[in-house]
């Protein structure tokens, strides 16, 4: 993975540009040409009976640092009246944003009703390296289904 370099900004009138100044622009072009770390994952049908966050999918990329937007989309039929939540966790620490229901809490419609779930969420400040993407998710109620969905993360 190539790394930026700041470019020399202060040349004067009767300097020479040399190899290393060009080497260091076509290091600049190759950065900024590399795609952003992406991962995706297809959700295969699932169900959980579980009151504590399990793990759903997990995603590995290895980024430059900034910033990362994970999200998924997912049908999902509960055969209970409980509620679903779902939270989405960076290198094994969930975001939580409302606390320790996660960050959303789906409510279907009575028992035996599929709904939609979806999240988007903007993770800042993440630093360069390696980095695992969780999807988690629980029920306060037995029989939530998950079926065919996505989860993705990609770096901004």
Known sequence: MPA??????????????????????GENLAYLKEAPARAKSDLTPASIDSSTWTVRATLSLTTRGGDLLAGFSVP?????????HFDIALDGTRVALNGASGSLELTPGGSGTLAQAALQLLLTGVTSGAH??????????????????QFYAVEL
């Not at 695992?132 to 969905?149: C, E, F, R």
């Open 4 to 25: 930026w370099s700041t470019p020399k900004q202060d040349f004067a009138l009767n300097d020479i540009v040399t190899a290393s100044h060009l080497n260091a622009i």
């Open 76 to 84: 999902v039929y509960h055969a209970g009246a409980g509620r679903a």
């Open 132 to 149: 695992a993407v969780t999807l988690q998710w629980k029920t306060d109620a037995a029989g939530l289904n998950m079926h065919h969905g």
